[in-house]
Structures are given as structure tokens and as C-alpha cells.
Nanobody, 129 residues
Framework: QARLVESGGGLGQTGGSLTVACTPSGPSFVIYANDVMGWFRQAPGKEREFVAAVTWRNNKKYYSESVKGRFTIRRVAAENADAVYLQMNDLKPEDTGVYYC?????????????????WGQGTQVTVYS
């Protein structure tokens, strides 16, 4: 059972915007200060790739070169209402894929998908021309 739940996504036009959200699946899932929350995506026939990450303690943000300047990751730290958002602007067809939210307890390895232990089931984003 996924411990994180993604929502949002759907169809977007080239040049348009979409937002995807990630929330814990239940109150038993706690995001800790040393965690880093990341977004990854996987396009058909391609490997999963890192998109963006944010450290929970100090809100430090990281982006892949392919989305830098277009995507914004944002975290909301609130009791029983933690969430991570990915605002996607200036969409391109190559942004199409399944977007996954994940949690890594080591903020130093924010870039390494294999270090993320908890994942959501993903949400589809499709960008059309």
C-alpha cells in the first residue's frame, strides 16, 4: 500500500500549466525534519528520472536541468496537513509521464531515486501540442 498519495495532473496543453500534489496516505505517515520529499517522473519506455526535491527542515529546493525555471516545488508543513506540490508551467510534450512523489530520510541524497523508501502510486500527466 502506497504511503503517499498523488493527485492532480491530467491533460495539459503545451505552454500551459498543471499542478500535482502529494499528501501522506494517513496520519501514521509522518514527514520528519531530516526528510527530503521528491518528485520523479517516468515517461513511456524510459527510466524514471528525478524532477525536483525539497528538504523538509530548511525548505531547500533542487531541480533537474530539464525543468529548472519552469517547475516549482513547494512544501506545506502543517499538523495533519503536510503536503508537497509541484507547479508545472510552460509545459512541453516531453513533460508527459507518470509523476511520483517520494520520501527520503537522507536529505543529502535528494537526487538518488534508489534512496527514497516511500512512494506514491503516481499520477499521469499528459501534455499535448
Amino acid at each position: 500500500q502506497a504511503r503517499l498519495v498523488e493527485s492532480g495532473g491530467g491533460l495539459g496543453q503545451t505552454g500551459g500549466s498543471l499542478t500535482v500534489a502529494c499528501t501522506p496516505s494517513g496520519p501514521s505517515f509522518v514527514i520528519y525534519a531530516n526528510d527530503v520529499m521528491g518528485w520523479f517522473r517516468q515517461a513511456p519506455g524510459k527510466e524514471r528520472e528525478f524532477v525536483a526535491a525539497v528538504t523538509w527542515r530548511n525548505n531547500k529546493k533542487y531541480y533537474s536541468e530539464s525543468v529548472k525555471g519552469r517547475f516549482t516545488i513547494r512544501r506545506v508543513a502543517a499538523e495533519n496537513a503536510d503536503a508537497v506540490y509541484l507547479q508545472m508551467n510552460d509545459l512541453k510534450p516531453e513533460d508527459t509521464g507518470v509523476y511520483y512523489c517520494a520520501r527520503n530520510s537522507d536529505s543529502h541524497t535528494w537526487y538518488d531515486g534508489s534512496k527514497y523508501a516511500d512512494w506514491g502510486q503516481g499520477t499521469q500527466v499528459t501534455v499535448y501540442s
